[in-house]
């Protein structure tokens, strides 16, 4: 899919007031999304992954991780931000206490600065990307003790 093709669909999703559209391609899928935090008109969220990474897990799949913690993940591909901007201090540190609403981070992706909320709540335990770095789809970015 090239970009004038995510372009005429970003555009429907504003005029038609779409929250979400999924195009599957072979291997490959194609997620735009408006976040609710975004103003109206603004355009959407686009995550390209391969299918297989959305593919549920069993239930009977053990925990993944250290018990006890959780992890906020990255909803989408681009650069991660620890801060609105390089002057200012991050969103979150270690030890700071965080709701669902709690923005914790923002993530960069075609040009569009997208804040990411927590969703959950709990003590922020660590930090696991470097500002400035490039983030996948699923990629955790910071560990929780939930509350």
């Known amino acids: 899919m090239d970009i004038k093709?995510?372009?005429?669909?970003t555009d429907l999703m504003v005029e038609h007031d779409?929250?979400?559209i999924m195009i599957r391609d072979g291997d490959n899928r194609i997620v735009l999304r408006r976040r609710g935090s975004q103003t109206a008109g603004a355009p959407p969220v686009v995550t390209m992954t391969p299918a297989a990474a959305h593919a549920p897990?069993?239930?009977s799949a053990p925990p993944v991780g250290e018990p006890g913690i959780d992890t906020i993940d990255s909803p989408m591909v681009g650069t991660f931000y620890t801060s609105p901007d390089p002057e200012?201090?991050?969103?979150?540190?270690?030890?700071?206490r965080i709701t669902p609403d709690t923005v914790v981070c923002i993530i960069e992706a075609m040009k569009v600065f997208n804040e990411i909320?927590?969703?959950?709540?709990?003590?922020?335990?660590s930090v696991e990307v470097a500002n400035a770095s490039p983030v996948e789809y699923g990629q955790p970015l910071i560990k929780i003790r939930p509350n």
Not at 5 to 9: E, G
Not at 88 to 96: A, E, I, L, N
Not at 117 to 125: C, Q, R
Request: proline fraction near 14%; glycine fraction near 6%.
């Open 57 to 59: 897990t069993p239930a």
């Open 88 to 96: 200012s201090p991050p969103f979150v540190k270690p030890g700071d």
């Open 18 to 20: 779409l929250s979400e």
């Open 5 to 9: 093709q995510i372009k005429t669909l």
């Open 117 to 125: 909320k927590a969703e959950k709540a709990g003590t922020v335990v």
